[in-house]
């Protein structure tokens, strides 16, 4: 039998059927991840009254802009109010929770500090026993009397043990000993170590668990739902939720919606609440693809075995 | 590259010293000012619903009469429609303090001790207030045998209606006379359906229960319903009731005929009041609604209705909107006063439920209690009635006529007072079994209801797996209890 020459390419790629076979596959997950957000988009670039007559279409019956303008003038106030609010509490926030994360991370993945076992127990029995939500609301609204503060958006997401652990394990596997005695044979003191030589090396892993923190800030709603009465410290995300919440409530109690809509605002359409969605997730979308190239890296280095 | 890092660095240090301070300062300026103040004299009431507008305004005049009267002030937190369930079983369970709140969850939380015992306060600081309540009201709000609600004297008793949108009717000249149950609706909804066949004939969506001549002790989600045409001593799965039934298949038909929209069971969309997107819908009417007036002034245009239930004073509407002290309040006795003071005093009320006098309303010249609205009442400037005070003191717009007042006092005697006004079901042997029936209940609930599923086929199904979700020994637990109810 003659033997098949053998490049390196084939050796590392699959044969043409499976290549295409998984392309595909790829393909259609990626389509069913797109979808329904190219679907949202429709939707709030619909008219009201094709929405009602036809149902919803990828391609809207009607073309309206209804949706936006509606935003920008009955609520102009209230939107930008709260996306200003997001921003400050995902960047304050996002900046808060790396730095802590990092140096929490930092200190238990060196093999010199003494209560290394007790702080990593510490931090994995808050990751896998949550305390619910009352005893959570008990603390940061009684006793830290955070209620009706931003602060009550960012200290409760200020540590994230998962982050924490993660990090550990990027530190031990990207930062040797031996680089960390040579800057210390060098002269360098410990908070030098850790700016100069330890987090430039970690940078990818701190993106990555920026990111996490970044997209879980922009996310919250729950915290606002909890903590927050004044209006003026609404996020993007919970002003969505209070109007999806208030529509939901209203269909399921059909039968007091007379009596229930002479105190009702005028909740905004379907094309409109769409357009909401629309702008609370296009800058978090738009942010993405800057931080991918760390994000990829610092991800896979979690978890790769020397 | 160095500077690079640098100006972030600095960059980052800027704006987090500046968020620091900046909303330190803000939260420390309100600890020190207005909290310390707020405990001593300023009474917190947690209320579901948005935030008016005009609030400010609006409560700086009632607190002025408020103030006068009982000496302190009322502060007023919203809590979203959609929220409010959420947030206050938290604030209850967190055991935070607060004064007033509207109920939510009632009876269990009264029997955990939520909330302020009231059988005795109310009569003693609310004494005008509670003698205009209507006897349902306390019967109906009576947990094993105390009062822990201040209700608001609004809808007592309530009919289901089907409402018809007039400019339809004009338009294709259809007669809704001789409508009194859903079947007779349906050869104009088959006249309608012909000429609009893009329109909503029949406008339901998710959560629409099709209803009959029934109360159901623990809601109308569950299959306990008493018969109220039959024998009102026993409880019934209604899904059995041969009633019943026949209206379940009046709504597969009107289902398979397209009267009803294709996707209604798992359908949130709304048909607005205002809108020409719905031909018929349900809705719920009392004595305070005066015939179709509230409902078509909430639509701004005609609106007329036809009952097909009987009225009926239920556990529900008496405990529609009820208001509770909280027992971690230190001022209840206050707290009550200032209930009382809102359900009886017809100048604080009034001026909260429409509106700011002279701006949005007037009294007409000559005539007792009524009034004429202005430019200034707005959607969002004033508060719902149903769920701020007695309806009765409330001042009514010229169009409601002294012989529709007589009319809805005569009616409110007249109404049918529910067998199981004020029984309470207690759970708590029954806990696995409930929650099973609940699950089964999801599954089929909106298939039935709005006639998406054959009842001839369902039911049976559904019959079967209540059976194996423990229904008997809650049916039999419940019956139990029921006989004991009746006997007090």
């Known amino acids: 039998m003659r033997k098949k020459p053998v490049s390196k390419v084939a050796i590392r790629s699959f044969n043409r059927p499976v290549n295409l076979f998984f392309n595909v596959l790829i393909a259609v997950f990626a389509l069913s991840c797109v979808l329904p957000f190219l679907f949202v988009v429709a939707i709030s670039l619909t008219k009201e009254t094709a929405l009602a007559a036809h149902g919803y279409s990828f391609w809207p019956q009607e073309f309206s802009f209804f949706g936006y303008t509606y935003l920008f003038d009955q609520m102009q106030e209230k939107i930008f109010q709260a996306l200003f609010v997001t921003v400050i509490v995902t960047v304050v926030g996002t900046l808060i929770n790396s ?10 993945s060196r093999s010199n500090f003494p209560f290394r076992r007790f702080f990593t127990v510490f931090c994995l029995i808050t990751m896998l026993f949550s305390p619910g939500m009352v005893a959570n609301y008990i603390v940061t609204a009684n006793l830290l009397q955070l209620k009706d503060t931003i602060w009550a958006l960012i200290l409760p997401m200020a540590v994230s043990p998962f982050n924490i652990i993660v990090m550990r394990t990027f530190f031990k596997r990207s930062v040797s000993d ?48 909890l903590y927050i009465q004044k209006d003026s410290l609404v996020p993007l995300q919970y002003l969505l939720m209070k109007i999806q919440n208030n529509i939901q409530y209203l269909t399921q109690n059909a039968g007091a919606s007379s009596q229930l809509s002479g105190g009702m605002a005028a909740i905004p359409g379907e094309s409109a609440r769409m357009a909401i969605v629309v702008i609370s997730t ?16 610092g991800l896979t280095i979690g978890g790769v075995k020397e | 590259m160095k500077t690079w890092k640098k100006v972030i660095g600095l960059s980052t240090a800027v704006v987090l010293l500046g968020a620091l301070t900046a909303c330190g300062g803000g939260s420390k300026e309100k600890t020190d000012g207005s909290s310390k103040k707020a405990d001593e004299n300023t009474l917190m009431m947690y209320q579901i619903g948005d935030k008016p507008d005009n609030y400010d305004a609006l409560m700086e005049v009632a607190n ?7 000496g302190v002030k009322l502060n007023i937190q919203y809590i979203g429609w959609g929220d409010y369930e959420k947030k206050m079983s938290v604030i209850v369970s967190s055991g935070e303090n607060y004064d007033i709140a509207f109920a939510d969850n009632y009876v269990p939380n009264a029997q955990k001790g939520a909330y302020a015992d009231l059988t005795e306060l109310a009569p003693k600081f609310a004494k005008d207030a509670y003698d205009q309540l209507d006897e349902a009201y306390i019967k109906g709000n009576l947990v094993d045998g105390k009062l822990y609600a201040f209700p608001v004297n609004g809808n007592v008793y309530s009919q289901q209606v089907l409402t018809f949108n007039k400019q339809y009717l004009d338009k294709y000249k259809l007669s809704i006379d001789n409508i009194k149950t859903y079947k007779d609706a349906e050869s104009i909804l088959k006249t309608f359906h012909e000429k609009e066949p893009t329109i909503a004939a029949f406008a339901i969506g998710q959560g629409f229960k099709a209803q009959g001549d029934f109360d159901f002790p623990i809601g109308n989600g569950y299959p306990f319903a008493v018969d109220l045409n039959g024998d009102t001593k026993k409880i019934i799965n209604q899904y059995e009731n041969k009633d019943f039934m026949d209206v379940l298949k009046t709504m597969h038909k009107w289902y398979q005929a397209g009267y009803i929209p294709s996707d209604a069971s798992t359908s949130n969309t709304e048909f607005p009041l205002e809108g020409n997107t719905w031909f018929v819908r349900q809705e719920t009417q009392g004595p305070y609604d005066y015939g179709d007036t509230i409902l078509s002034n909430a639509a701004g245009q005609e ?169 008997d020994k809650v049916m039999t637990e419940m019956q139990k209890q029921y006989d004991e109810f009746l006997k007090k």
Request: charged fraction near 20%; aromatic fraction near 10%.
């Open chain 1, 178 to 225: 031996s680089i960390i005695e040579s800057a210390r044979i060098d002269g360098a003191s410990e908070m030098r170590i850790f700016i100069q030589i330890v987090l430039p090396l970690a940078v990818p892993g701190i993106a990555t668990i920026s990111l996490f923190a970044a997209l879980g800030y922009w996310n919250d709603w729950f915290n606002a739902l």
């Open chain 1, 282 to 297: 296009l800058p978090i979308a738009i942010s993405y693809p800057f931080f991918q190239k760390y994000f990829v890296k």
């Open chain 2, 303 to 471: 609106l007329v209705s036809k009952a097909f239930t009987t009225p009926l004073k239920s556990s529900d509407q008496a405990r529609m909107a009820n208001f509770v002290v909280s027992n971690t309040s230190k001022n209840k006795e206050k707290a009550v006063e200032v209930l009382g003071q809102i359900n009886s005093d017809p100048e604080l009320l009034n001026g909260l439920v429409w509106g700011i006098e002279g701006e949005a309303w007037e009294k007409i010249s000559g005539k007792e209690d009524k009034i004429k609205l202005l430019d200034g009442y707005k959607p969002n400037t004033h508060l719902p009635a149903w769920n701020t005070g007695n309806n009765k003191i409330l001042y009514t717009q010229d169009s409601i006529t002294e012989d529709m007042i007589k009319e809805r006092d005569e009616s409110i005697a007249k109404a049918e007072t529910s067998p199981i006004l004020g029984f309470n079901f207690v759970t708590s042997n029954v806990k696995t079994e409930m929650s099973n029936i609940a699950n089964v209940m999801s599954q089929y609930l909106d298939g039935l209801n709005t006639g998406t599923v054959d009842p001839e086929e369902t039911v049976p199904k559904l019959k079967e797996a209540l059976v194996n979700a423990g229904y």
């Open chain 2, 64 to 70: 002025k009469r408020i103030e006068e009267k009982t």
């Open chain 1, 99 to 108: 730095t802590a994360t990092s140096l929490y991370a930092y200190v238990i």
